[in-house]
């Protein structure tokens, strides 16, 4: 038994922490935000040649066959560096979406692609997870049309996979005739969160039309799992921050860090963060070995862990005075990635609500 | 990430739901294993031999000092107590004596004391209370008065303890006394066995919250005992209530009993209901409910991560300083939502028709124990950013002719 990384896994997460921190200086970070695209080429690509487009692709398609396990721990690495990558729609959801539903030949191409880094997907769930305003798709026979609100990673993605309901699964290209996508300007400007809107457009359906409710549920679980580990790792990050800061700074003669109101805040944060690290772990770990654990576990891992990556983004923030206000020290980065992630794929409300249904616990 | 079990440990847990299948019938209530209010029963002692004749308690205590003689093997304890919380039944004797002295004892005892005490501790024929708090030493718990002088070959004490426990029917008290009076006040201290049917014991009952005397102050005048009652060397007892203290953190924070209290009120609010609508049925309690039962999973697995990387041979960090802190106001919000749900109904107290099976008002008073006791919440939190995060600790400060200063 252990409750961990294994060794293969300890180095996966150095090789990926390494690479990410040497390319996400804060001048870099405000860069990226500046460009707005959620997309930055050279991290991209030094992701895809660590192999880490592959981890939940089977080996038959170019991949390493691990696991979410493995994604899991990447996507904590990227929440640490508030990197701009598509990692989540391209490397998790793109290769469920494909395994679960799509055909021998849509399989081989687009997971082939995916190892390799050749393209990229953007993820639009919305529909599954909760209908806002007008958002909503219509599909008829191939031609689909309507609204696709919060794509994720869509902004710059080549290929789009989109739920229509909550029980067919599309994909389409980003180029294709009739389909338009807009800047959805959220808070965190180092992703790339999109509106598609559709006219008639040619999709492929992947699988028969309703028959990817199962598919889109794992999706969704998955989802759910990487982004509470992002938020983890953004908030982990944001920890240790205001704890560096409290033992620096000082006021009235002694380090702000002397103080037990500040004490004690960090003592509030690193007891709520640690049951997140393990909870976040055994849901992956469930998603992998433990499936019918898995659904209930993803919605507590991401519902608890926002909660707690917003006390600590709060905290943390607070800790920095007036420094955690401003731009100088870039917090605001962190607080943003957890910001959005709350709200994608269902916020705790919704998401503590979906675990009482799993239970059986709602009429 | 690997939580697969050998198969050793598959055919232990059989082994251990057979036994639960075979004895559940006649194993005692769980309350009445662990009542506050008087020594165990017959029928809890009985059951406490065949925990230990089987291993399910005192597992790794040697066999010469009347334990099981098991190999530590973490995972078959973590077998034990998921199958007999499952299956509500008892794991046995708890206790400051059975959590607390024993493995002292064994860390820091003579030969003499361990096969004195320990199997009689164990097997529930010695009860112990803890003597440490004193009306001025609650938190600075070092600032103790209470005094032993050394006359002859005996010591002899005189001071006063509060809050203690069970000191009303116990047979035994662990103590800490300032032997050294001129010493740092952490140097002067030494920890003493002290029998409580000792002339110059007076025990008077202090009534608690939920209204029962589950606590005790304690006069000690000129009580003498011999000079070989003391555990570890004279003014070391910091040091030996030290490793003492560790083991009442562990006691109190268990997320497995938790769990067993989550399951309790899921079946309330399937049961109970208001206007007709059942309380699970609600959805703001159902919120309430899924938000404690999130953070209950965390603390679950997180206790299960610490003892992988106990097993694993990992250095321990902050992670195991928390598990006190947030399994006392854990269980405090889920008995204040057990209260919640009933409603007026919930204020219900010690006995009434209206009741539900449990007693909701009742454990949510009990709640502020864990809060309080074995070090407060606030000292945990100086604890955890002390020791866990390496943050000061903050300057005294005294009274001065001009107000307050730090010294
Ligand atoms: C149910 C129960 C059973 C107990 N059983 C026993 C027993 O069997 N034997 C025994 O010896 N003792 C026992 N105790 C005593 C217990 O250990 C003390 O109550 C506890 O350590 C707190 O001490 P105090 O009551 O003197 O409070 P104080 O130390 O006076 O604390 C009062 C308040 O001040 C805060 N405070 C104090 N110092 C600091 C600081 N440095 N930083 C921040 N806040 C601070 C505390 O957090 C608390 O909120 C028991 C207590 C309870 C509630």
New interface residues.
Partial sequence: ??????DE?GLLQDAIRGFLEGQTPLDSIRKFAADGNGLQASIWQGLIDLGATGVIIPEQFGGSDLGM?DATVIMEAIGRTVAPVPYLSTAVLAPIALLGSGSDAQQQDGLNKISAGDVTFGVGLTEATGVRRDAGLTLTGTKLSGKALFVMDGLKADQLILAVGSDTLVSVSATAAGLTRNRLNVSDKTRGIAEVLLDHVDCELIGAAGSATQTIEKMIDAGRIGLAAESFGAAEILFYRA?DY??ERNQFE??I????S???L???M???L??????I??A??AYD?LPEEASL?AC?AK??TQ?VAKMVARSATEIHGGMGFTDLMGLHYWLKRIELNRQLLGGP?AT??A??KLQG??? | MDLTFSQEHQDFRKQVQGFLEEHKGTAPNMKAVNGTSSAPTPSVKRWQHILIENGYTARTIPKEYGGYGGEADLIKGLIIQEEFIAADVSTGLTGQGISMLVPTLLELGTEEQKRKWISATIRGDVVWCQGYSEPGAGSDLASLKTKAVIEGDQFVINGQKIWTSSAHFSDMCFILVRTEPDAPKHHGISYLLMPMTTQGIEVRPLVTITGDAMFNEMFLTDVKIGSDQLVGERGKGWMVANATLKHERGMIGNPAQTEANLNALIKLMKAETCDGIRAVDMPVFRDRLMRLQGRLLGLKLHSLRLLSDDLNGKAPDHGGLIVKYSTAYLNHELYSLGVDVMGELGTLYGGDAYQSELDWQKMFLGSFSSIIGGGTAQIQKNVISERGLGMPREPRVTMGAKGWAMM
């Fill in positions: 038994m252990n409750f961990g990384l294994s896994q396990f704890r409290a033992l002694r380090p860090g002397s103080f037990q500040i004490k004690h960090c003592a509030e690193i007891a709520d640690e049951p997140c690290r393990s909870l772990w055994y992956a770990y070995e576990m507590h519902a608890n909660e409300e503590r609500e675990a009482a616990l709602v009429a």
